[in-house]
């Protein structure tokens, strides 16, 4: 797969209507590619991949404290690799995934002090940079008829790269959990007057979560939580009965960025669908 973006962005700005001029325009180009491969190392039951991707925002003009540093800032680029591996053994009764990713954010924008004529001022540079690295992994097994199980597993090592010092080296408060692990196990009834009747359970366990991780204001985490759900089900050809409950052990947790929320404790749904 190969392909390439062009992206043109022209913002008009706002009519002051006190000095009648227009500000905030300003226009940017783009070229953004991307392409990937697959190769079957066993017909239809091992392959390799690799892609590579870019990404970008715009990032606005701003207004400079001094005259020689420009207010026209850079689009803010993203750009991930990632390899892996995908399996399909015992007539697809087993699928498998495994890949590592690395993704670089570059043009991040942060203010620096300059000193000039015994002055401090505020000034924006795009030198910032922030890099996320980690592994997927996913397991789907059929084993027997009426079975299924799906596991995964993910951890990312996220960290500001080049910032100001405060941050430098540490983990941004939007990269969320590093480790995150879910499962789900269900069953129905085959062959029997009762075909569709079945029952599921699930895990999802989500690992510690810096929220606040700065060297001025100190560090704050989220503790980590496993939450416990299941469903008891009966799926027909044309129609489909569950009820669930989630959170059956009633774990308090929470969440939030520059908020604590708590999140939802036990509780109970029921499903009730029709096909056509």
């Known amino acids: 797969m190969l392909s390439v973006r062009v992206d043109h962005f022209k913002n008009n700005g706002e009519r002051n209507l006190n000095t009648r001029k227009v500000e905030g325009d300003f226009s940017q180009t783009l070229v953004s590619p991307k392409f990937g491969a697959v190769y079957q190392l066993w017909d239809k039951r091992v392959s390799v991949f690799g892609n590579y991707m870019n990404g970008f925002t715009y990032v606005a003009p701003v207004t400079q404290e001094l005259a020689e540093y420009s207010g026209n800032m850079k689009p803010q680029r993203a750009n991930q690799a990632e390899i892996g ?3 399909q053994l015992f007539n697809d009764k087993l699928q498998f ?5 690395s993704i670089l954010v570059n043009n991040m924008s942060r203010t620096i002090d300059v000193k000039k004529d015994d002055q401090s001022y505020n000034i924006v540079i795009q030198d910032g940079e922030q890099r ?6 996913e ?3 059929n084993l027997f008829k009426g079975f299924n199980a799906v596991l995964g597993y993910s951890y990312n090592d996220s960290k500001f790269e080049n910032s100001n010092a405060d941050v430098l080296g540490r983990r941004p ?5 590093a480790q995150v692990f879910n499962a789900w196990l269900s069953y129905a009834l085959q062959d029997t007057k009762w075909k569709g009747l079945g029952v599921g359970l699930g895990v999802n366990h989500i690992g510690d979560q810096k929220t606040v991780d700065n ?3 100190g560090v704050f985490t989220f503790p980590s939580y496993t939450l416990l759900n299941s469903t008891l ?3 027909t050809p044309k129609y489909r009965l569950a009820f669930k409950v989630n959170n ?4 308090k947790y929470y969440a939030g960025q520059g908020v604590i929320v708590m999140q939802m404790p036990r509780n109970f749904s029921a499903e009730v669908a029709f096909k056509f």
């Open 85 to 87: 591996v995908k399996t």
């Open 97 to 101: 995934t495994a890949s590592y990713y």
């Open 132 to 137: 996320s690295k980690g592994v997927e992994l």
């Open 139 to 141: 397991l789907v097994a």
């Open 173 to 177: 408060s939007s990269s969320g959990p």
């Open 215 to 217: 060297a001025v204001t």
């Open 233 to 235: 089900f009966y799926d």
């Open 248 to 251: 059956i052990l009633n774990e």
